[in-house]
T-cell receptor, first 115, second 114 residues
């Protein structure tokens, strides 16, 4: 089975801190995604990557950046955390960049609180 | 831009009964894919079922089936013989083009009464 591992289940940080959320997948997937999940808003795409060092903005990229130096690892960075970034963050991966019918495999999520 | 609408925030079903979760979408594409994902409380999101738009036959996975109405842009999920383990948040999602990028609905919370 595909394993998508997020480094923390729960994280508490302070306003203004630089925050790193890490995600690793073990199935050699090309695509990786970062979402945030908020009640009543569903999942919203922050950034995605279809190859090493490649990234594209999703629907809500403001205040975030990403890094993909290795195929298996995709990091989400909050440059200067703010309270409105308190949320559940979900990482996902899928097999190939060439097809849109590939299901995404999700990690357990990181519940991030910014105080 | 594509949109996915799940208009019911919550539903409840009696154990062993059947429930249908609604989803509508808007797109100008002719080739696309639709998904239902399940997110149990405090657990990982998993794929329930997938439908290719070019297929007329509705997808089925054990107790889960869809009613795909392409002209109406409707994609509902039917759960038969509901079980306590079906209690979860369910998300409808749409994908087209490359990169398998998904657009999600807001989700519906399903509770199962014993």
């Amino acid at each position: 089975d595909v394993k998508v591992t997020q480094s923390s289940r729960y994280l508490v940080k302070r306003t203004g801190e630089k925050v790193f959320l890490e995600c690793v997948q073990d199935m050699d997937h090309e695509n990786m995604f970062w979402y945030r999940q908020d009640p009543g808003l569903g999942l919203r795409l922050i950034y995605f990557s279809y190859d090493v060092k490649m990234k594209e903005k999703g629907d809500i990229p403001e205040g975030y950046s990403v890094s993909r130096e290795k195929k298996e690892r995709f990091s989400l960075i909050l440059e200067s955390a703010s309270t409105n970034q308190t949320s559940m963050y979900l990482c996902a991966s899928s097999f190939t960049a060439a097809l849109s019918n590939q299901p995404q495999h999700f990690g357990d999520g990181t519940r991030l609180s910014i105080l | 831009a594509q949109t996915v609408t799940q208009s019911q925030p919550e539903m409840s079903v009696q154990e062993a009964e059947t429930v249908t979760l609604s989803c509508t979408y808007d797109t100008s594409e002719s080739d696309y894919y639709l998904f239902w994902y399940k997110q149990p409380p405090s657990r990982q999101m998993i794929l329930v079922i997938r439908q290719e738009a070019y297929k007329q036959q509705n997808a089925t996975e054990n107790r889960f089936s869809v009613n795909f109405q392409k002209a109406a842009k409707s994609f509902s999920l039917k759960i038969s013989d509901s079980q306590l383990g079906d209690a979860a948040m369910y998300f409808c999602a749409y994908s087209s083009g490359a990169n398998s990028k998904l657009t999600f609905g807001k989700g519906i919370t399903l509770s199962v009464r014993p």
